[in-house]
Nanobody, 120 residues
Framework: VQLVEAGGGLVQAGGARRLSCSHAGRTFYSMGWCREAPGEGREFVARMSARGGSRHYAHSVEGRFTIYRDNGKNTVYLQMNSLKPEDTANYYC????????????????WGRGTQVTVSS
């Protein structure tokens, strides 16, 4: 199973960016986005259940980021608004076949990541 992220790039503080994760039609129990900044561990910023009924966000992004899916396109998105320099990180899409969790080890598939850089 391949997860392919897209949408990263350079954006000014206060701007917006939308990341996408295509998953070739496979159905998962949950999907999420996490990020990793240089010298820091991975942080799950958003996750949603398979049917979209449950969504959770890290406190650091709540109110600014939105995770949603387009089943017709087999794609999960992360809309990021009001970006801050501290949002700079490599963003990864992840999928779990069994859990709805913010624990890395409970995700079975990972994308390669897409870099988001927010300039001040």
């Amino acid at each position: 199973v391949q997860l392919v992220e897209a949408g990263g790039g350079l954006v000014q503080a206060g701007g917006a960016r939308r990341l996408s994760c295509s998953h070739a039609g496979r159905t998962f129990y949950s999907m999420g986005w996490c990020r990793e900044a240089p010298g820091e561990g991975r942080e799950f910023v958003a996750r949603m259940s398979a049917r979209g009924g449950s969504r959770h966000y890290a406190h650091s992004v709540e109110g600014r980021f939105t995770i949603y899916r387009d089943n017709g396109k087999n794609t999960v998105y992360l809309q990021m608004n009001s970006l801050k320099p501290e949002d700079t990180a490599n963003y990864y899409c992840a999928a779990s076949t069994s859990y709805y969790s913010d624990l890395e080890q409970q995700y079975d598939y990972w994308g390669r990541g897409t870099q988001v850089t927010v300039s001040s």
